[in-house]
């Protein structure tokens, strides 16, 4: 069964830090582009990141631009989102999702339950 | 960047109307659309990519269609388990921006 499984997540600061991991399992991982998208409390989805199939290219939403780096083990079959600089607006589930076709940049066609991020004092 | 803006928000039907969702993009972004359905507490699910292709397993009461900017998201017969949020992406380039989901609901 293709599964992807989040964790990481939980209550921080703002400022603080937080990495993500997205466990792969069902498929090979090392095929598939990657990608993290969030949805705060009530709202709507928003992309927030996505890597190439090797690692070397990775694309940001600008919200996180600078403060959130996506990097990816193809070795250990996981995803990462590596969080700094935390803000209340970063409150959200965090989800990574697999692109469907092979080595593009496609639609999510595999999506994790998610993991909270809450940043607060 | 490019936006995507859906319409309506939300809507009302009821069961076994024909409902139609609309995605209007900023600049063309030919067919690299797709459309996303939410249930109340559950994860997105793919619904149609490439504007018009139904992902395996979707209910052939959904269908796609549009390209450059306009893009319609359409379901038949609304069924009680059609209720749910639909977003569309645009994946031609990045960022792979949603539109802002439209809130589908029975009457």
């Known amino acids: 069964e293709v599964q992807l499984l989040e964790s990481g997540g939980g209550l921080v600061q703002p400022g603080g830090s937080l990495r993500l991991s997205c466990a792969a399992s069902g498929f090979t991982f090392r095929h598939y582009a990657m990608s993290w998208v969030r949805q705060a409390p009530g709202k709507g989805l928003e992309w927030v990141s996505i890597?190439?199939?090797?690692?070397?290219?990775?694309y940001y939403a600008d919200s996180v631009k600078g403060r959130f780096t996506i990097s990816r083990d193809n070795s250990k079959n996981t995803l990462y989102l590596q969080m700094n600089s935390l803000r209340a607006e970063d409150t959200a589930v965090y989800y990574c999702?697999?692109?469907?076709?092979?080595?593009?940049?496609?639609?999510?066609?595999?999506w994790g339950q998610g993991t909270m991020v809450t940043v607060s004092s | 960047d490019i936006q995507m803006t859906q319409s309506p928000s939300s809507l009302s039907a009821s069961v076994g109307d024909r409902v139609t969702i609309t995605c209007r993009a900023s600049?063309?972004?030919?067919?690299?659309l797709a459309w996303y359905q939410q249930k109340p507490g559950k994860v997105p699910k793919l619904v149609i990519y490439a504007a018009s292709t139904l992902q395996s397993g979707v209910p052939s009461r959904f269908s796609g269609s549009g390209s450059g900017t306009d893009f319609t998201l359409t379901i038949s017969s609304l069924q009680p388990e059609d209720v749910a949020t639909y977003y569309c992406q645009k994946y031609n380039s990045v960022p792979l921006t949603f539109g802002g989901g439209t809130k589908v609901e029975i009457k």
């Open positions: 890597i190439s199939v090797s690692g070397g290219d990775t």
């Open positions: 600049q063309g972004i030919s067919n690299y």
């Open positions: 999702a697999k692109v469907w076709v092979p080595a593009g940049y496609d639609a999510f066609d595999i």
